[in-house]
């Protein structure tokens, strides 16, 4: 399938820093959807973002679709433990079925 | 409260052996979804379904297989044909469209032996 790019692989932070994880396409993506799966968790929903250059919020995390809606982010600012986990983007093919990018895990240094 | 249900939770089988994981859901979704995780890996799609009575193979079919007889269940079968089985199993379903996320179950960890 096609594949959907994330960087970095692994994100190690001290507590109180942000952290940004990235997501490439190198196709035209209709909608990209975030998840994140704790350790040892499920992959939860956490966003979809459909327009180009569109940006939405959650407390402290912000997510970003790009102009050309071939990549996105996923900003934490000022992380905590709870953050940890690994982030997935996954990108819809109109059909329903997502392909899930490679994840980005973050660890926390208290 | 509305959920998906995986079960069991963890599985042991020997090698050569079928084994079937359950995937019950009550969200009324008509869409569902297994997927493979191997550890420290993304997730890999074997079957989806988005009506009941069809379902359309995913990207690493080979050595499973599925049923979708009733809207609720989604049933995965790891056949003796899969060659490297061991992993985390996870079902998700999804609304029409899936513009609301896919709700995962808690999983599946397998190991064969």
């Known amino acids: 399938g096609q594949q959907v790019m994330q960087i970095p692989q692994y994100q190690h932070v001290q507590e109180g820093e942000d952290f940004t994880t990235y997501c490439n396409s190198s196709t035209t993506l209709s909608n990209i959807q975030w998840y994140k799966q704790r350790p040892g968790g499920h992959p939860v929903f956490l966003i979809q973002l459909v327009k180009s250059g569109e940006v939405k919020k959650q407390k402290r995390l912000t997510f970003q679709f790009g102009e050309a809606k071939k990549n996105s982010s996923l900003h934490i600012t000022a992380t905590q433990t709870t953050d940890v986990g690994t982030y997935f983007c996954?990108?819809?093919?109109?059909?329903?079925?997502?392909?899930f990018g490679t994840g980005t895990r973050l660890t926390i240094i208290p | 409260d509305g959920g998906i249900t995986q079960s069991p939770k963890y599985l042991f089988r020997k090698e050569g052996q079928n084994v079937t994981l359950s995937c019950e859901q009550n969200?009324?979704?008509?869409?569902m979804y297994w997927y493979r995780q191997d550890p420290g890996q993304g997730l890999r799609l074997i079957y989806y379904?988005?009506?009941?009575?069809?379902?359309q193979k995913g990207d690493i079919a080979e050595g499973y297989s599925v049923s979708r007889e009733k809207k609720e269940s989604f049933p995965l079968t790891v056949t003796s044909a899969q060659k490297n089985p061991t992993a985390f199993y996870l079902c998700?379903?999804?609304?029409?469209?899936?513009?609301?996320?896919?709700?995962f179950g808690s999983g599946t960890r397998l190991t064969v032996v």
């Open positions: 998700a379903s999804s609304n029409t469209g899936g513009s609301n996320g896919y709700t």
């Open positions: 996954a990108r819809n093919f109109g059909n329903e079925k997502l392909t």
């Open positions: 379904s988005q009506i009941v009575n069809d379902f």
């Open positions: 969200l009324n979704h008509d869409a």
